[in-house]
């Protein structure tokens, strides 16, 4: 079974270029949450979506945003790039979005120069 | 302000040896609370759990303790191998917090051979 699959896998952009991340959930699973990572830290919560509609938000701005489509893949779209926005972008999928089994991918490593 | 913290940015151990990560949190509305284990290129795997309704979980090689009165958790691994070195992330939840996770900054483990 595949598991969750992330593309790219690298990306290097210029400051306020606009970038479209993208992950496809472990088949039956119905949700899909994104994490940022940034060198030396944890994975900090940007957003989950169930069923196609948008469960949480982290404290991110507005430039951040997201959407899951009918096939419960998904896109994190991030507008007018600044260099902190440089990170390890995660995506995790669950079958319900609860506490249990969560997995997730490799991860999509943005550069902003 | 970090929520979850992991104070020992890496920790080295000898093979055969027991591997002790610690974690300690503020907010007392977490109640759910896991270890996930990070190789360099992947994503994080979930590695074990715990509810604040128990005080232990062991799952073969790996044990993890909650002390609820002092908001700080545990992993213990017996016997660690080599293969057990990568970052390990601390994270909490709670039912509030819509069912996502605020992670600790990590803790490098290196088992020596």
């Known amino acids: 079974d595949a598991g969750v699959t992330q593309s790219p896998t690298h990306l290097i952009k210029t400051r306020g270029q606009h970038v479209t991340l993208r992950c496809s959930p472990i088949s039956g699973h119905k949700s899909v949450s994104w994490y940022q990572q940034v060198l030396g830290q944890g994975p900090q919560f940007i957003f989950q979506y169930y069923e196609k509609e948008e469960r949480g938000r982290g404290n991110f701005p507005d430039r951040f945003s997201a959407r899951q489509f009918p096939n419960y893949s998904s896109e994190l779209n991030v507008n007018a790039l600044l260099l902190g926005d440089s990170a390890l972008y995660l995506c995790?999928?669950?079958?319900?979005?609860?506490?249990?089994?969560?997995?997730f991918g490799s991860g999509t490593r943005l550069t902003v120069v | 302000d970090q929520q979850v913290k992991q104070n020992s940015p890496s920790l080295s151990v000898q093979e055969g040896r027991i591997s002790i990560l610690n974690c300690d949190y503020t907010n007392s509305m977490f109640d759910y609370f896991l270890w996930y284990k990070k190789y360099p290129a992947e994503g994080p795997t979930f590695l074990i759990s715990?509810?604040?309704?128990?005080d232990k979980n062991e799952d073969g090689r790996f044990t993890v303790f909650l002390n609820k009165s002092a908001k700080h958790l545990s992993l213990h691994i017996v016997p660690s191998q080599p293969g057990d070195s990568a970052v390990y992330f601390c994270a909490a939840s709670d039912a509030n917090y819509g069912q996502n996770f605020v992670f600790g900054p990590g803790t490098r483990l290196s088992v020596l051979p």
């Open positions: 715990i509810s604040s309704i128990k």
């Open positions: 995790a999928s669950s079958v319900t979005g609860g506490a249990f089994g969560y997995t």
